[in-house]
């Protein structure tokens, strides 16, 4: 059960709750103790795409924690998790104990995905969807990860892929992982030699690597969903690559007085390396290509055996959530009004007074931000076509800082 695994959790970090960590330790901690409510979301996706999870069977590769394996059978799915790290599967074995499922299933395997004892203890030929979830880059063997998901996957398989992207400014001042500044441009060799006692087998590659590799092995019908098609001004994109560019040099000189002397000399050769290839593409590209390229922080969309019919039928999301504590929480409906997305909470589960912000985002980018009010709903007019979701801060009128944060299930805006 949940409650189990937060037990465990804080026992692994040594604390009684998140309040207590900082640095990565909290931001490692909340990545997992988020783990259900992450699954929510993720099946959110696939739902506004069209996606009933009734019946669907379904595989995630690098199951982590378990959230979204759980969550999926919840909703009638048949679904395997599969890990291949001890620890995470200890965790997601005690987060599925003792829950009941009434349509669907949930097992955890305990496997190399890149493996033929992967490929001994799944079904051939079955899966509808495989979940590849922050995973390709911590796969040194790609090929044979593909080969194998191809064995498995039916006629019809998709696979979901949500991959961070090394050369987006943002993972280029602060790496995802580790929090250094500049190492997704390195080698995995540099990273053993400047953090020896952390994860090291993170491999960042270009998209059109993926690209190629879905397609080899029959997932080239590719609907990437956070696209930023809507940019069509390439001076202003430009423009805009410039203004981070500098911003990006600014920090990574700001930190090299933190870098041992070995890893500034690496870096200063690889940013070279970046910078020439940046100002080519800023020459070559256009908007989307370049924002795709530079501005995306992971790359997230469907692989597909064959075209489906991937629409967005939900036209409304109604949920009700509550605090990590479970001692109150909101419900609440998104939905659109015309070319208006609009946020309503339409109940609390503790009658008290609560202050809100919204926060609308578009492909997991936060684009639109409100201050806090008394106010429970607020709207957006949208511009441009895409996957929306909002963002809810709750806190107490009388608390000064927020007492916890909802996510939305996203719906598709056509424009």
């Known amino acids: 059960m949940y409650t189990d695994f937060i037990a465990a959790?804080?026992?692994k970090y040594n604390c009684e709750n998140s309040s207590e960590l900082s640095g990565l330790d909290l931001q490692h901690y909340t990545f997992a103790a988020t783990t259900n409510s992450r699954g929510l979301d993720t099946i959110g996706v696939f739902e506004a795409y069209g996606f009933s999870m009734k019946g669907?069977?379904?595989?995630?590769?690098?199951?982590?924690?378990?959230?979204?394996?759980?969550?999926?059978?919840?909703?009638?799915?048949?679904?395997?998790?599969v890990e291949i790290s001890d620890a995470l599967y200890e965790f997601a074995v005690l987060n599925h104990k003792n829950e009941s499922f009434h349509e669907g299933s949930c097992d955890f395997i305990k496997a190399d995905a890149t493996s033929t004892d992967f490929l001994n203890k799944l079904p051939h030929d079955y899966f509808d969807l495989i979940i590849v979830n922050d995973v390709f880059e911590h796969v040194y063997d790609t090929v044979l990860l593909l080969d194998n998901l191809d064995k498995v996957a039916n006629d019809r398989g998709v696979i979901y892929f949500r991959i961070p992207n090394g050369n987006d400014f943002r993972f280029i001042a602060r790496e995802g992982h580790t929090g250094c500044c500049g190492i997704s441009l390195l080698a995995p060799m540099v990273w053993e030699s400047l953090i020896p006692t952390r994860e090291r087998s993170i491999y960042y590659r270009q998209y059109e690597y993926y690209q190629a590799l879905f397609s080899y092995f029959g997932f080239g019908c590719i609907i990437p969903i956070n696209y930023p098609?809507?940019?069509?001004?390439?001076?202003?994109?430009?423009?805009?690559?410039?203004?981070?560019?500098?911003?990006?040099?600014?920090?990574i000189a700001e930190?090299?007085?933190?870098?041992?002397?070995?890893?500034?000399?690496?870096?200063?050769?690889?940013?070279?390396?970046?910078?020439?290839?940046?100002?080519?593409?800023?020459?070559?590209?256009?908007?989307?290509?370049?924002?795709?390229k530079y501005m995306t922080k992971f790359w997230g969309g469907f692989a597909q055996r064959q075209p489906l019919n991937l629409n967005a039928?939900?036209?409304t999301c109604e949920r009700t959530?509550?605090?990590?504590?479970?001692?109150y929480g909101i419900s609440f409906m998104l939905s659109f009004k015309g070319d208006n997305i609009v946020i309503n909470i339409t109940d609390t589960v503790v009658k008290e007074e609560f202050d809100f912000a919204?926060?609308?985002?578009?492909?997991?980018?936060?684009?639109?931000?409100?201050?806090?009010?008394?106010?429970?709903?607020?709207?957006?007019?949208?511009?441009?076509?895409?996957?929306?979701?909002?963002?809810?801060?709750?806190?107490?009128?009388?608390?000064?800082?927020k007492d916890y944060r909802i996510i939305t299930q996203p719906l598709y805006f056509r424009g």
């Open 56 to 81: 669907l069977r379904i595989l995630d590769v690098g199951c982590a924690y378990g959230g979204f394996t759980i969550e999926a059978a919840k909703k009638g799915a048949y679904s395997y998790g």
């Open 321 to 327: 959530s509550r605090s990590e504590h479970d001692d």
């Open 9 to 11: 959790l804080n026992e």
């Open 313 to 315: 039928p939900i036209k």
């Open 255 to 292: 930190n090299e007085k933190d870098f041992p002397s070995f890893y500034g000399k690496k870096l200063h050769g690889a940013f070279e390396v970046f910078s020439r290839r940046l100002n080519y593409d800023i020459e070559q590209l256009d908007a989307p290509k370049l924002a795709w």
């Open 358 to 401: 919204f926060h609308l985002m578009r492909s997991g980018e936060s684009i639109y931000k409100s201050h806090y009010q008394r106010e429970p709903r607020y709207e957006w007019e949208l511009k441009a076509p895409g996957m929306y979701q909002v963002a809810i801060f709750v806190k107490k009128t009388d608390h000064e800082h």
């Open 229 to 251: 098609g809507d940019l069509k001004d390439s001076l202003d994109a430009k423009e805009l690559i410039n203004t981070e560019y500098e911003g990006l040099k600014q920090t």
